[in-house]
């Protein structure tokens, strides 16, 4: 049984948790599930990293305040469990060049900033919370996967360097050749990365939220929620919630029609991962696989990699199209076959884990924090795939704007609300025939 957002009126605690490399390194702390009617000032739907940030950061700069955190499941249930703990500086799709086109070059150097403080966040809750979550230093390499992108990352790294102070190198083919044993790779950036382990991650982040006073409570989903004269109620099983304010930090596993504020505003897509056995000391000498370092390529339907810290590699990829297909075979073995087109080195070598999660697009693919002073209702979401730095701070963000605090409403991110769809009965025929767009011609 797996979940569909598209189609399931709510996350059952029933599902399963996802078979990942993750839960074998670390056993999530068990928490209780709410089992008596309260009334709070603040309600979070959601325990993944916006919601459990959120608690924190509400916590800390109003530390009177009464803040409930709810999840369906256990904590990492979504994707922040199952991720694959790249912590990078930018969330959404867009580039920094791509943002300077649109929206100006001074706001993409106040995106870049903001993206740069995403890091140091995580940076600063792991060590608020003296998180042990294996948070490592490495390169992070953008690998081309031909020469036209070769040649587009090579002006990127320079006009990066240029207009914003990044710390980047472009690296030609052969140049890479000399660090990484990999095929179909025409060049790439190399600049600072981190990663970590997304699932003690986020249970540290729980842990944090408790500390601070939060109450958090597991296998309690929101069933429904509904304006009130004075406020909120909101059902859960065996409890009613009455709460002043609500933070909705669902996400992409945001059940169907929950509610009006988010539903149709993003698109639920399916991003797989495998684990390979440990590679041999001698293979990851000869592949160049054999320190910590975090790879992605070019392709619009991106694969991106990492060793882990026990000498496995985790290789991810776009997932199926719904849940009822996400632990399908055939989505194993495309990732097998990417994997092994790019490193033949590991042909044959044992794949020992498989999952697939959901991750949350906008329509424009840029994120968005919003809170509604009248309606006492916010949300954020959208991170198109990349949510580890930036769900941190969006977290915190989140809280600060329902405080009534100053954020820069000039970033694209904090502005308005994310779009609606036009066409959402339509947008899996839409991500099918990308798909095989992206089949032949990527
Ligand atoms: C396979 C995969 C790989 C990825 N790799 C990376 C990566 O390497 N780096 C990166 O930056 N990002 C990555 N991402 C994206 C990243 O994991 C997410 O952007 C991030 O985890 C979002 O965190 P969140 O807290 O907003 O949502 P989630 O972690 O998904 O949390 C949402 C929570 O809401 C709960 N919920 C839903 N409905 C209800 C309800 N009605 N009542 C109560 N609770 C509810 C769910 O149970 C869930 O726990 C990846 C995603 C996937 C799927």
Redesign the pocket.
């Known amino acids: 049984m797996s979940y569909d ?1 598209l189609t399931a009126k ?2 059952s605690s029933e599902i399963p948790h996802p078979p990942t490399y993750w839960r074998s390194t670390h056993r999530v702390v068990a928490r209780d599930s709410l089992k008596q009617d309260t009334h709070c000032e603040w309600l979070i ?9 959120t608690a924190c950061e509400l916590k800390q700069q109003s530390p009177n305040a009464d803040v409930v955190v ?19 500086s930018g ?1 959404g799709r867009y580039s920094l060049s791509a943002i300077a086109k649109r929206w100006g070059a001074g706001v993409a150097d106040k995106m870049h900033h903001e993206f740069r403080s995403a890091v140091d966040e995580v940076g600063r809750r792991v060590q608020q919370g003296q998180i042990q979550c294996d948070l490592n230093n490495g390169p992070y390499l953008k690998i081309a996967h031909n020469a036209k992108q070769a040649s587009l990352l090579r002006n990127a790294v320079e006009t990066n360097k240029r207009q914003f102070g990044l710390d980047a190198t472009f690296l030609s083919a052969d140049e890479l050749q000399a660090h990484l044993s990999i095929q179909h790779a025409f060049g790439a950036s190399s600049q600072p990365g981190q ?1 970590l382990n ?1 699932l003690k991650y ?1 249970d540290g982040l729980a842990s944090l939220a408790v500390s601070e006073g939060a109450k958090v409570f597991t296998r ?4 429904s929620i509904e304006r009130n004269d004075k406020g909120w109620t909101v059902t ?1 099983p065996d409890a009613t919630i009455k709460a002043d304010n609500i933070l909705l ?7 169907k029609k ?1 509610h009006p504020m988010i539903d149709q505003r993003q698109f639920p897509v ?4 495998i684990v390979t056995a440990p590679l041999p000391d001698a293979l990851r000498n000869a592949t160049g696989l054999n320190q910590a370092m ?1 790879m992605m390529d070019t392709r619009m339907m991106k694969y ?1 990699y ?1 060793t882990l810290p026990d000498g496995r590699l985790l290789f ?1 990829g776009r ?1 199926a199209v719904t849940g009822k297909n996400a632990d399908s075979p055939l989505s194993k073995q495309r990732l097998v076959n990417a994997m092994t087109a790019s490193f033949p080195a590991l042909n044959g070598i044992s794949v020992d884990y498989f ?6 697009v906008a329509l424009d693919s840029m994120p968005r924090v919003v809170f509604d002073e009248n309606q006492r209702i916010g949300y ?2 959208g ?9 941190t701070l ?2 915190a963000r989140l809280a600060q704007k329902a405080l009534g605090q100053h954020i820069d409403i000039t970033l694209p991110l904090y502005k308005d609300a994310l779009p609606k769809y036009p066409l959402p009965a339509m947008r899996r025929l839409g991500l099918r025939a990308l798909y095989t767009w992206a089949h032949w011609f990527e």
């Open positions: 957002p709510a996350v739907i959601g325990a993944g990293y916006t919601g459990l940030a709810v999840d369906s499941h256990d904590i990492g249930f979504g994707c922040a469990g199952r991720n694959g703990g790249f912590v990078l969330t990663a997304p986020v309690t989903p929101a069933e859960t930090a669902s996400n992409a596993y945001s059940p929950f399916q991003s797989s991962i975090t991106y990492r991810g997932g999952w697939s999660g959901w991750v949350s954020s979401m991170y198109c795939g990349s949510g580890v730095s930036f769900a969006a977290g």
